[in-house]
Nanobody, 127 residues
Framework: QVLLAESGGGLVQAGDSLLLSCLAS????????MGWFRQPPGKEREFVAV????????DYADSVKGRFTISRDNALNMVYLRMNSLKPEDTAVYYC????????????????????WGQGTQVTVSS
């Protein structure tokens, strides 16, 4: 069983930055890709960013490209999402997720390819 725990969310103003963290326990994540997704109020969960198992490949939603950076530290079993130049439309609950398949070249951008999810952390950006 894998447990994922997000942290780092909060209430910030437009233009501010936040660093979200995701700590995995129960299994070493070094062989699995990871993703960040978000669910804005009243909307469906949407893709934000993914990183492959080695950290060598990443992909981002168009809405966050150039502003968000996903990274990982396999020694610490951590995944991060650095969010810069935050906008009110970034307001959402942010979730990290672990890929269901080992060493996939790049995790899927859809939520169905993930075996484990965290509880989420709220990010609210005021204008």
């Amino acid at each position: 069983q894998v447990l994922l725990a997000e942290s780092g969310g909060g209430l910030v103003q437009a233009g501010d930055s936040l660093l979200l963290s995701c700590l995995a326990s129960g299994r070493t994540l070094g062989s699995y890709g990871m993703g960040w997704f978000r669910q804005p109020p009243g909307k469906e969960r949407e893709f934000v960013a993914v990183i492959n198992w080695s950290g060598g490949r990443t992909d981002y939603a168009d809405s966050v490209k150039g502003r968000f950076t996903i990274s990982r530290d396999n020694a610490l079993n951590m995944v991060y999402l650095r969010m810069n130049s935050l906008k009110p439309e970034d307001t959402a609950v942010y979730y990290c997720a672990a890929d269901s398949i080992m060493k996939r070249p790049l995790p899927l951008v859809g939520p169905n390819g993930y075996a484990y999810w965290g509880q989420g952390t709220q990010v609210t950006v005021s204008s």
